[in-house]
T-cell receptor, first 118, second 111 residues
């Protein structure tokens, strides 16, 4: 299957700083990327959907000014957690999909990024 | 709205035992249904899927049948191995391609 990478795999930062997480589709062009958040022993919660070249669509309750998403190319999307606080500590997972009209198409998931805010 | 309810875990089994993880869903239309698996320290992987009623998805000895009449997509495997220890997520997707996940079921298989 297609490969999606995330970088970094884990990050520790101080409260008030910003952290950028990268999501790359390595062997296919991802027209759409999804960002999820996963709390310990819980399911994945969709944060936002981003289509290449356009603004991300955020799910209800997700602060767009806090979680900045950029999808500037067909192989790269970034999530920036701005002014991070301890409650933002979580496991962030991206997925990538190449949509075709006959869809739905499979989402390929990255390995996740563990963010710890001190 | 769409939602997925799956059997709470954790589930602990002996090797070669039969595994069933129940999954039911609520959707406004006719969704596609998925089972994803997350092995320790790894990202989610698609295990199997079904796109319409009565379809059976299968992979690695796992099976699930899309039952529209009972809005269910239960996951089964006849003989589990230690390597099947993982977290299993049931999910659905409608025309917008967004996935709605169940809470996940942790399965531990003991030798």
């Amino acid at each position: 299957g297609a490969v999606v990478s995330q970088h970094p795999s884990w990050v520790i930062c101080k409260s008030g700083t910003s952290v950028k997480i990268e999501c790359r589709s390595l062997d296919f062009q991802a027209t759409t990327m999804f960002w999820y958040r996963q709390f310990p022993k819980q399911s994945l919660m969709l944060m936002a959907t981003s289509n290449e070249g356009s603004k991300a669509t955020y799910e209800q309750g997700v602060e767009k000014d806090k979680f900045l998403i950029n999808h500037a190319s067909l192989t790269l999307s970034t999530l920036t957690v701005t002014s991070a606080h301890p409650e933002d500590s979580s496991f962030y997972i991206c997925s990538a999909s190449s949509l075709v009209p006959s869809g739905p198409n499979e989402q390929f998931f990255g390995p996740g990024t563990r963010l710890t805010v001190l | 709205g769409n939602s997925v309810t799956q059997m709470e875990g954790p589930v602990t089994l002996s090797e070669e035992a039969f595994l069933t993880i129940n999954c039911t869903y609520t959707a406004t239309g006719y969704p596609s249904l998925f089972w994803y698996v997350q092995y320790p320290g790894e990202g989610l992987q698609l295990l199997l899927k079904a796109t319409k009623a009565d379809d059976k998805g299968s992979n690695k000895g796992f099976e699930a049948t899309y039952r529209k009449e009972t809005t269910s997509f239960h996951l089964e495997k006849g003989s589990v191995q230690v390597s099947d220890s993982a977290v299993y997520f049931c999910a659905l997707s409608e025309n917008d391609y967004k996935l709605s996940f169940g809470a996940g079921t942790t399965v531990t298989v003991r030798a």
